[in-house]
Structures are given as C-alpha cells and as structure tokens.
C-alpha cells in the first residue's frame, strides 16, 4: 500500500490530521499497557498479542491514509514482529520485550516530531534490523484473508440506543458508504463535503473511516432523517453507497459475538473505546468555562443589586424574585459542574505513563522494580492531568535512580531484592492527592542540610524538627542549582529537576511536600485542586485592601480580641482550642498599613503543628470567585497566587495559603 | 504604497515633557486609567494589577521605571497597554494622544553618552522636523525577573 500513500494524502483535512494524532495516542497508551504486561517467564495470553496486533495494524492503516510513511513503515513492522510472535516464530524473550519497547519509544517520537509540524527522525535502521529478525526467522508474510475491520465496526450502547430513540421518532436510518478517490477530488468532493451533505439531509449519529485490507480507506456514516431516498439518489455517482440501517440484525449480531464475554475481557484489559467519545478541543471547553465564569460574575452582581433595593419590593414579590434567583444560581453551579466534568479524566492517564517508564529505567538501571498503582480512576482536570506528566515522570524517575538501591545494597540492608515504588492517588474533598512512594534509600538529610549550610543557603546553627526537616529537605531540593549527585545522570536530570517540578504544581494552585527517612524510603505528596478556576473564598480586609482566600485551604475563621494576644519575644501566640498557635499579621508580611479595630479576625491555615491563624481586619463575606492566574514576573510575589474580580472591575488578590505559611515559618 | 515601505507607525506618548514612541503593532490597547489592585511586596514601579476585557494585567508606572518622581494620575494620564507575545502589561504614562508614521531613515540608534535609566531602554532617537522622538524597547522595559523565592 505504500506507493499509494501520496494521493491518499490528498483527503486528509486537519480536522481529520487532529483526530489521527488523537487516536494514534490512544494505540498507543493501549500498546504500552499491553507491553508492560508482557513477561517473558510466564507465558502471555495470546489475546494481548492480538489486542497488540490489531493497535498496529489500525496505526498502520491510519499512518497511510494521512501518508504519514514512516509511521507507516515502522507499524508495520511491528506489526510483523507480533505476527511472528503470535505464530511462535519468535520467542517473546526479554531481547524481544526490549525491541518491542524501542519500536513503541520510536513510533511514539516520530508521531510526536510530526505532530510538531517536524519532520520525522530517520527510523530506517531500526526497521531494518526488525525486519531482518523476521525474517531470520523465515516468517511467511503471507496476507490475512479476512479483513480486520468488518463492515461496520461493533457499535456501542450510546449509539444504539441513540438510533433506536430515532427509530422511535419514525426517522429513517441510513448506512452511508464514503470511498474517496482522485477522480472524485478532482471534482471537489472529498469527505469534508460528502460529511455537509449529509448534516444537511439529517442527523449524522455516527461516523467513522474504517481501513480496508488493501490500504483503501472507506468513510462509514449513520445518519437519521426524515428525507426518503430520493433526496440522496444522485449521489451515486459522488463515490457514495447506502443501505437501511438493520437494528435487528445489529443487536443480534452484537450477542452472536459475545456480548456478555466481550464484557468480561474488556474488563480485564480496559480499552479505549473510539466510538462513544467525543473528542472535544480543551479550548473550547475553556472558552465555555470563561462564558460560565462571567455568569458567575454578572449573577454576583444582580445578588448586590437584589441586596441593594429588596426593601423597595414588596414582601410576596420578593419571595418569588428571591426564589427564582436561588433557582438561577443552583442551576447555575449545576451547569459549571457539568462542565468541569467533562474535563474530568482519569488520572491512570499518567500512571499509565508511569509503567512504561519504570519498565524501561528497569532496564536502563538494572534494577528490578515493582509498580504498585492505587486509585487510577481517580479522576482529575484534564489540564491538570497534561501538566502533571513531566512533574511525575521527574520523580519517578528520581525514585528509581536515586532512590531504590541496587540490589545487593538492598539485600544487605535486610530488604526485599526488588525495588517497591508506589503510585496513588486518591480525592480529598476539594483537592486530589498523589503519592509518590519508593522503599529506597531515603533522601540523605545531614549530606543535604550539610551542603546547604555550606553554600550558605541556611544558616549553620540550625536543629530541626522531623517535620521542619522534611520542609527544610523539600526547599533545599526544590532551589534553583542544588544537586548533591556530581554525576547526576541521564535519568533524573540536573539540579533544575525539582524547581520545575515544584514550580509546575504550584501554578497549578497545589502543593507540594515530602516525607523522608533514611533507608526506608521517600514519599512525595502533591496536593491538586480537582477543579481550576472558580472556587468558594473569604473576602477579606487587610491594610485597607480587599483580598481573597480560598474555603478549601482555610480551616477556621475565628475572632480574635487583641489583649487576649500574647507577646513573645519576635512571635505572637493565641490559645487556640488548649494549644498556643501563632498569629501572623497579613498586613505586616504585605507590609501594608495596620487598621485593626476591636475585633481581630484570625484565619487559620495549614495542619496540626504547622498552622498559624493569619490575622486580618476584617472578614467581609464568602463567596464564589473566578481564579485568574497571576503569571507575569512583575507580579508574581510569594504569598499571592492569583487575582479575581467581584463584578465591579476592580482585581481583587487572591492569598496562597501554602506560600503564607512558608512567609511566616520563614519571617 | 511605495512611499510607505519604510515606515512604521507609532504611538507617541509624553512623560516628564520627554515624547516617547512605541511601535504601534506592539500595543493592544490604550485606556484612562481607572482602579489599579496594589501588589504587595512588588517592585514599587509596579504600580499593581488592573482588570481590562476579562484580562487581569500588571501596570507598570513608567515614572518610576525611569526613575522620575511619580505624580498622581489626572484625566490626561493614559495606560497603555502592550503586547509581547503572550505577556500583556500596561505602561502608566503622562498623557498619550499621538500616532504617526515615523520613516526608518530619520531613527538613529541612541548616542552611546546618553545616560540615566531611561537610556537603557532606548531603541533609537527620531528626528521629525524639529521634533525628538526616543522610540522605547519594549522588551528590555518589561524585562525584569522577582523570581519567587522560597530559600
């Protein structure tokens, strides 16, 4: 099929170049699963290779219409391998696994090159030895009868039921047969045309290309109208063929093939399924989330006009306004929530990440390493998701090469051979916590704090608490240029490392922090909000100026009578609950000016021996705000991490807990 | 236009009797200004955050980046917003009410005895007529790191 390739490209309009990508990646997620699966002591179910088999064919199939040649190429030959290993030709050693996983590594950078508008790196060596491995072990390359892709693809629920609600509204059903060619081209019709033709004759409910066996491509699409026949007739001649869509025949055959049995493997090997998503641009999920956030706002508005002039309604009308209006702003927080959901994806995206990385540092390293994974389906922002791979992959990567041992120092230290990282994540009211947990060496305390006193980034009389410590360990690490390794290698990178993975998670709105011992290992703890953008917060008064901090990370608000205030030494104290707990003045950390009145208002924040109550002129309200990151270098200090506005055009600072906290252990 | 080819447009703008230019594509929007949110703990030529068409954007007040005294704002005073890249910042200047083609052949590069803060963010020196136009570079006037620092 290969010399074809280039009039195919012909077709390929960036809607469809998008989608390519779009589903390559999710071959390719599903591809990485599988390998990871692959163990050359036990023997592997013949259903993965298959499930491995078919990711490649339809990768290859794809990477030809789009005439994409070495995407092509290279599944191809992959494709070929596993064939050879389905057919036992090739043994599915560790040497195996290891080409396996260089092909994918290959094959995954080259759609990314291309992605990038580059062109794709030189593959042809590598190909050339898989094909020499096939072909030392005399495989035939003869062709598959049946094609792989039959007529019409399996249909999922949503789409049946959607086309028998359709049925129900005596609306026709009709298959349509898209085979685009150069003739056809030459006439202008191409799918994009043929795909307008069809929304204008009804619904399209379903549509997908399919791959032919012999490279040929057909688009497949399943529209519901009122029109009969005659309005499509003429279109015989623009590449186009139909039929009545049978949904007797469907659903039996959907049985035939084993529905319950189907069930039951998808289970076992979750698998994105391409038909029942809808693959929707973020950006126009933002686009809609800044059009709720601004109802957000004018909502605020219309609640201080309400404020303003209910003594002037009368009593019953009020009632029903201010009812109508509770109504308005329910539906309004189910309408944001509905939003936010869509974004909601699950976090084994990046976990699944993980496995291949750990497998492939497993073999770079030579340590052996057992992946433990808790609360994939723990579902997270999907921007967030995208922004937490290169945080996570840092440390793990850092886990395994710094560290879990090498094997003999782990037997010595009287632990198991084996390496034990472990991933989880869980959600905790409004925000989703990751661990990253190894059994290694621990991060090395007294050779960091040690090194740091040296370079003078602490001071040299320092004694720490173990949880002091850990900070202090988390800030050293996390410092621009620190790195104790001289060597540092190629997988946990050079000092930056842990400022970017610091910094990512911070712009995120979370935090970061650490958990170390000598020899029994180290965890890492990011704190996410699950949703962005908009949040309950305090509105506040400090120094005169309003300022906003967010419910979720606010444990109390409490009042504080200024005699009841004790003084000591740099530091002031409250009794908070039987415990002294330190007081902080906003105004004084901002160096603003005092205007505290008779009753102080003390913001707690933070956990048990870390908290400190934040103290501030006054607590105004609590209310819903639109988190506007604050991302310019000329404005972003410590302590503030965003702004918002509350109707009135007027930017409002928005306080950063973990960063306050930081302000007053460091003052 | 073949007279044109050479020409660039530019927004003029006064700051201590001093014109100023700035290219003209490098500037999104010029506004009265109206309240500005104080940053604490900024640089003090930052005057704070203002929140224009849905953007929440730091002004910087041009007075104290140039290191004059600032004076309080009055209806001419003028923010004028500008553009690079992604970044988005408001510059607070005297008054703003200009906008001309200025031919590239009349700006020279700025004399190398011209001293004080303001000279380092020189692009050139415009001559029209009898006219002195320092035309900025913006990106060295936005340049500026605080880095959040945590150790």
């Not at chain 1, 599903?30 to 990768?59: C, G, N, Q, Y």
């Not at chain 1, 005596?170 to 685009?180: E, G």
Request: charged share 30%.
């Amino acid at each position: 099929m290969g010399n074809n390739t280039e009039d195919k490209g012909l077709f390929i309009i960036s809607e469809y170049l998008d989608d390519y990508f779009a589903e390559c990646e999710e071959h390719i997620t599903a591809v990485k699963r599988h390998v990871v699966s692959l163990d050359p002591s036990k023997k592997t179910e013949k259903k993965i290779i298959d499930e491995l088999l078919r990711s490649f064919h339809t990768i290859k199939g794809l990477s030809g219409m789009v005439g994409f040649e070495e995407a092509e190429m290279l599944s191809h030959s992959m494709e070929d391998y596993f064939k050879a290993i389905r057919d036992e030709k090739i043994t599915l050693s560790r040497d195996a696994i290891d080409n396996i996983i260089e092909g994918v590594k290959k094959l995954e950078f080259i759609l990314a090159e291309r992605k990038e508008g580059r062109p794709a790196s030189d593959i042809k060596a590598f190909n050339e030895r898989l094909k020499n491995l096939i072909e030392d072990k005399k495989i035939e390359t003869e062709k598959e009868k049946k094609p792989v892709e039959q007529d019409t693809a399996q249909l999922n629920e949503d789409v049946l039921s959607k086309i028998k609600e359709e049925i129900k509204k005596k609306r026709q059903i009709w298959q349509f047969y898209f085979s685009p060619s150069n003739e056809l081209v030459n006439r202008g019709i191409n799918v994009g045309v043929i795909r307008t033709r069809l929304s204008e004759l009804g619904e399209i409910i379903y549509a997908a290309p399919r791959i032919l066996e012999d490279g040929g491509v057909v688009f497949e699409f399943i529209v519901a109208t009122d029109s009969d026949e005659s309005a499509f007739l003429s279109w015989r001649d623009d590449g186009l063929k139909w039929k009545r869509y049978e949904i007797a025949e469907k659903i039996k055959r959907e049985k035939e093939n084993g529905g319950a049995g189907e069930i039951a493997d998808s289970d076992k090997f979750p698998r994105i399924s391409t038909t029942n998503t809808v693959r929707v641009d973020l950006k126009r999920l933002d686009e809609l989330m800044e059009m709720v956030g601004e109802l957000v706002i004018t909502k605020a508005r219309l609640d201080d006009i309400l404020r303003g002039i209910s003594r002037y309604i009368p009593e019953q009308e009020l009632d029903f306004f201010e009812e109508t209006h509770m109504r308005m702003g329910r539906q309004l927080k189910n309408l944001r929530e509905g939003i936010m959901r869509i974004r909601m994806v699950p976090i084994g995206e990046v976990f699944d990440r993980m496995r291949f990385v750990v497998l492939d540092l497993e073999r770079e390293m030579g340590k052996k390493i057992h992946l433990e994974i808790i609360g994939e389906n723990t579902e997270i922002d999907k921007l967030v998701v995208e922004r937490m791979m290169d945080p996570m992959l840092h440390l793990v990567r850092n886990a395994i090469s710094h560290g879990i041992e090498k094997e003999e120092e782990r037997i010595s230290k009287g632990k198991s051979k084996q390496g034990n990282i472990k991933l989880s994540a869980h959600t905790s009211g409004d925000s989703v916590v990751i661990e990253i947990e190894d059994d290694g060496r621990g991060i090395d305390a007294e050779r960091i704090i040690s090194k740091a006193k040296s370079k003078g980034l602490i001071n040299e009389d320092f004694t720490l608490s173990f949880q002091e410590r850990n900070r202090e360990i988390l800030n050293i690490i996390c410092s621009t240029g620190f790195s104790t390794r001289e060597n540092a290698d190629m997988a946990s990178g050079r000092g930056l490392g842990m400022t970017i993975v610091k910094n990512a998670i911070e712009t995120l709105g979370g935090s970061l922090s650490l958990e170390t011992e000598k020899d029994k290992g180290t965890r890492f703890i990011i704190n996410l909000p699950l949703t962005l953008e908009i949040v309950d917060a305090f509105i506040l008064i400090a120094g005169g100026q309003l300022f906003a901090i967010p419910q979720p990370s606010v444990k109390e608000v409490i009042e504080i009578e200024p005699e009841k205030i004790t003084i000591m030494e740099n530091n002031e104290l409250i009794l908070y609950r039987g415990e002294p707990l330190p007081v902080i003045r906003l105004s004084r950390l901002f160096n603003l000016k005092e205007n505290y009145g008779q009753i102080i208002y003390g913001i707690i924040i933070g956990r048990g021996y870390n908290s400190v109550a934040v103290m501030v002129e006054q607590v105004i309200t609590k209310r819903e705000i639109v988190i506007r990151p604050i991302t310019d270098t000329l404005v972003s200090v410590k302590g503030i991490g965003g702004a918002t506005e509350l109707g009135d055009g007027k930017p409002i600072l928005i306080l950063n807990a973990s960063e306050l906290l930081d302000m007053a252990m460091k003052r | 236009m073949p007279d044109d080819k050479d020409k660039e447009n530019y927004i003029l703008f006064k700051l201590v009797g001093t014109t100023y230019g700035i290219k003209s594509d490098d500037v999104s929007q010029m506004e009265m200004v109206e309240h500005i949110t104080p940053v604490p703990n900024a640089p003090d030529f930052v005057e704070g955050l203002v929140f224009l068409r849905g953007e929440v954007i730091p002004a910087i007040n041009l007075r104290a980046r140039f290191g004059f005294e600032k004076i309080e704002y009055d209806i001419k005073t003028r923010i004028i917003i500008v553009q690079k890249g992604e970044r988005k910042v408001g510059l607070i200047v005297d008054n703003a009410r200009e906008f001309v083609a200025i031919p590239g052949e009349v700006i020279k590069p700025p004399p190398e005895t011209i001293s004080g803060l303001s000279g380092q963010y020189l692009q050139g020196v415009a001559t029209m007529g009898d006219r002195l136009i320092l035309i900025l570079n913006i990106e060295k006037v936005l340049n500026f790191t605080n880095i959040k620092t945590s150790v």
